[in-house]
Structure formats: structure tokens, C-alpha cells
């Protein structure tokens, strides 16, 4: 009898799983949820360079690799076989926001610039910020100034009746004493 009372628990725990998915229905880890509920936590990942259409509107053919170099960074990828070819690339995956991936090729002739390959989808900066924010337009932001008419409506600080002293007439407190500054002199200079 007692052998039977112990395999109970053990067939209740065997019943119950047939309602778990089957190895075949589960979803993928790759997919937004994991087991179709849990929702994994996403690294953020930015690589490259960001570069924008202001940022890429001053960069002309013939200026020198140096300028370029000042105008747009340091390249993502610069080929040793192709010393003539520099590879501004730059993606972004954050949580909440689409993949990004954007290719910028500048192609020199000896050491000035012949060619400035832009992407279609390159946005201004503006369009940038807006692409990559994930707050809430709905979420109501914190007031962080006040407006002149709020200052004006202020009630005037409260002066008491009895002034505190200020800690330079009295000097220091009693009962405290502090080591000298500079052990030579005895003064802070």
C-alpha cells in the first residue's frame, strides 16, 4: 500500500506534462519571445561610426585622406589590398527599436577622395535622434524649468525675525581644531 501512496505524486507529475508544449511547437530563442511569453533582455549593441546627411554634405571629392579623416572618423574597415577604399559602416540593435545598418564607401585616388558612396536611407541628425529613441511620446515628461510668470508668482523667501550669524564672525566652533593645511607653513599656499 505504501509503495502505491509514494508513486502517486510521481504519476500526477508524469500526467501533468502532457500539457506542455511539444519540442517541436516550442519557439526559438532568436524570436522576440522565448516558451511564448517571456520576453529575453537584449544587449545593445552600436558599432560604427554614425554618420549623418550634415555630416556627409560637407566631405567633396578631392579633399585629402586627413580631411576626411576629421570630417567622418576613422574608418570602421580599411583593406590592406585596397588602400584606396575605406568602409564607414555602423549598426545599431537596441530593444525596442528596428535593426539599423548603413554602408558610407569612400573611395580615394592616391590621396585625395575621387568618390563618396551614400546610402539612400542616410538620415539627418534630427531623423537619427527620432529613429533610435525608445520613450514614450504618451509618458508625460517632467517639468525641469519654471516659466518667468511661475518665478513671478513665487511667494518672496521668508526673512527671520532674529538674523543667524554668519560662521565667519563667530569663527570656528568650539572644541574643533584642525590640522594646518601644509605641514611646512602652516597656511593652505
Partial sequence: MR?????????????GCSYLPTWDSLPTVTGEKVLGFVTPYRVE????NVLTKEMVARVKPGMPKAQVRDLLGSPLLTDVFHESRWDYVFTIRRQGTAYQQRLVVATFDGDKLKELTVPDDLPAENDFVAAINTFK???????LELSEAERGALPPPKKSAEAAP????????????????????????
Fill in 166 to 189: 554668519t560662521a565667519a564672525a563667530e569663527g570656528p566652533a568650539p572644541g574643533r581644531t584642525y590640522p594646518p593645511l601644509d605641514a611646512k607653513t602652516g597656511t593652505g599656499s
Fill in 137 to 143: 511620446p504618451d509618458r508625460k515628461q517632467p517639468k
Fill in 45 to 48: 549593441v552600436v558599432q560604427g
Fill in 3 to 15: 509503495p502505491l501512496l509514494a508513486s502517486l505524486p510521481l504519476l500526477a507529475l508524469l500526467g
